[in-house]
């Protein structure tokens, strides 16, 4: 379960902290790269990893000065090699480097590497002993009691960077978790807010790209648009506050403003509040448990004037019911979940399904896996991939059916 240290006069930290980027290209690692670039030096990159754009991490390496830049797209080595020549920066690529840039020496590991390709870096540094800023939210649908229970043997920090996790950490503030009567991760509810089912149904890959607060990588935006995001995070929050699926509730909240509330026994009520900006809690957990002036939006209630609240609609979002069975049933349902999911939105960028496929697929997967008996809490990393890797093998048969039936959405 995760607390917040109460260090209350802890003074800053003489030498600089050194930062490990996973997914140093992509829209959390810019922003980490923000909040680094003005840390006066508190912050200093020590190794950075991304996916496929050789450019764009050489660009990241040689701007932040890390030591050691992994690609993890074998083929784009040559040119990451080329970009880095007389900078004194090790390159490297392939899946191997990128773990290898998980386990440069640090002391803290911003994991921001989207999807289940994140879990094996992650776990590794983790393992490794370094505390982990945890923004790659499907390490824990996939896998998150070997996560949980690898950070309570070693006393490692996970970290919550998701902005509704982070907030939750925040309000909980130490408090004894037997205090806490229920969490609630707040929605803005997508760019689908007040449509109806049908036209969400057809909705297109611009439209679902089209978030109305918060701008992220495509995967995150699709999830966001279905709400599925919200059903990832709930399981999210099972894993990093201990807490069962009755007492996690997600409330609809457009403004973006409030990002989590926590419930105590007594009927007081904490939350979190920030501007919808990613730099607040990736700075909150770079810094942890220091709290140094940073350059992250603020906002003004007065401005604002109002804040809104309703209740989520599971029958137009389907994707926030399917999640919270999936975290009921357990037995390693939410890890299916997380990779039918992947394929699922990967179908949909390419339009190969519809918007409203991606939920269809993802539960038709979930009856598969429980029709054939899947009847046990991954236990491990292996254990965890090995039943994502069938997940996988039964969203692509399903979308293969899909294709040579030549029917447009699943039925
Ligand atoms: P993104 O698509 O913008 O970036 C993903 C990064 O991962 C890129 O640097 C990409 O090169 C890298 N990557 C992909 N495959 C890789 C691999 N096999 N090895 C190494 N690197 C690889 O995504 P994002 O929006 O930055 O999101 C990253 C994670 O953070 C996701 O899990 C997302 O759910 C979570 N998150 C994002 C936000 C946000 O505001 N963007 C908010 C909360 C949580
Ligand atoms: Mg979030």
Redesign the pocket.
């Known amino acids: 379960m995760l607390h917040a240290e109460r260090k209350p006069n802890a003074g800053y930290e003489a030498a600089p902290r050194s930062v490990v980027i996973?997914?140093?290209?992509?829209?959390?690692?810019k922003?980490t790269a923000d909040i680094i670039a003005d840390s006066n030096g508190a912050l200093r990159v020590a190794a950075v990893?991304?996916?496929?754009?050789p450019t764009g991490?050489a660009r990241v390496a040689r701007d932040l000065g890390a030591e050691f830049a992994?690609l993890?797209d074998e083929s784009g080595y040559a040119e990451l090699k080329q970009a880095l020549a007389g900078t004194g920066i090790k390159a490297a690529a392939g899946?191997a480097a990128?773990i290898e840039a998980a386990l440069h020496p640090a002391e803290i590991v911003m994991a921001?590497?989207?999807?289940t390709?994140?879990v094996e870096?992650t776990f590794a540094a983790l393992a490794a002993g370094r505390s982990v800023a945890l923004?790659?939210?499907?390490c824990l649908v996939c896998a998150g009691s070997a996560f949980v229970r690898q950070a309570a043997a070693l006393g490692t920090r996970l970290l919550p960077?998701?902005?509704e996790h982070n907030a939750v950490f925040q309000a909980l503030g130490g408090a004894d978790p037997e205090t806490v009567e229920k969490i609630v991760l707040t929605a803005s509810g997508g760019p689908f807010r007040t449509w109806t089912a049908q036209a969400i149904a057809k909705a297109s890959p611009e439209q679902a790209l089209q978030h109305p607060n918060?701008?992220?990588?495509?995967?995150?935006?699709i999830?966001s648009a279905g709400l599925m995001?919200k059903g990832l995070e709930l399981i999210e929050a099972h894993h990093l506050f201990g807490m069962e699926a009755e007492r996690l509730e997600v409330l609809v909240h457009p403004q973006s403003i409030v990002h989590g509330l926590v419930a105590f026994r007594d009927g007081a009520v904490s939350a979190g509040l920030a501007a919808p900006d990613?730099r607040v809690p990736i700075a909150h957990c770079l810094f942890y448990p220091q709290r140094p002036k940073t350059m992250a939006r603020r906002f003004d209630l007065a401005e604002i004037g109002q804040l809104n609240f309703e209740r989520p609609d599971s029958a137009r979002f389907p994707a926030l019911r399917l999640a919270r069975d999936c975290l009921k049933h357990g037995h390693g349902l939410p890890t299916v979940l997380n990779a039918a999911n992947e394929v699922a939105v990967e179908a949909f960028l390419g339009r190969r399904i519809s918007f409203g496929d991606i939920a269809r697929l993802a539960e038709r997967c979930c009856d598969v896996a429980v029709r054939e008996g899947l009847s046990r809490e991954p236990q491990s990393v292996e254990d965890a991939l090995a039943v994502d890797h069938m997940g996988r093998e039964r969203a692509h048969a399903l979308l293969a059916e899909l294709a040579a039936s030549g029917m447009l959405t699943i039925h």
């Open positions: 996973l997914g140093a290209t992509g829209s959390i690692g922003s990893a991304g996916g496929r754009d991490l992994a993890a899946r990128v921001a590497i989207v999807g390709a994140g870096p923004a790659n939210k499907e960077v998701d902005s918060w701008s992220m990588g495509p995967k995150v935006t999830d995001n990613m």
